[in-house]
C-alpha cells in the first residue's frame, strides 16, 4: 500500500469513531444490538447531519435471537430484543432528520460503520426518500442512485470485501 491508502484507510477509521461517539452521545440509555453494531450518518445537502444506530429497546439479552434460532429473518430483532427494521442505523438516521423538521432528504449521503449492507427495507426506505449515495464505511461498497434503483460499486477495494447490497 502507498502513502495515499494509508491516509484514506486513516480517515475513514476518523470517520468511523466519530459517527459511533456521536450515536453514542445520543443514546438515551438504550442498548446496542449484541450481534452487530450499526451506526449511520445521514449526511443531507444542506450541510446537516444526522446519526442512527440499530438500537435494542429491550435490557437483559444475552446472546443474539438471530444466533440462537440459526436464522438470517430480521423477525426475531422485534419479538426479542424490541428492534423492528424501523430502528435499523440507516432508518433511525432518517427518523431523526424527520424529527427535526427536515421534509426533504433529497441528494443526501448515508454512511453506515459496522456493517457490510443495507437490508432491503433500509435500501428501499433510502430509495423512497430520495438518498443519493449510499456508503459502507466497513466494507467498502458504494452504491449510487440512477433513477429508480442504485447501482453498486467498490469504489475503495483496500478496505474491504465486495458485498451485495
Known sequence: MNSTTYIAIAFVAAVRNFIISECYEMADGWLPCIKAK?????ILPNGKIYYGANWMTVGGIEICPRVAMNTTSYAPCAEVCGQGTEFHAERNAMWNAFYSNETDLTGSTMLIVGH???CETCTQAMLENGIEVASSLHSGVYIER?????VEFNKRPELGTYKML
Open 38 to 42: 450499526v451506526y449511520a450518518a445521514l
Open 116 to 118: 457490510v449492507y443495507c
Open 146 to 150: 440512477q433513477g429508480a434503483e442504485f
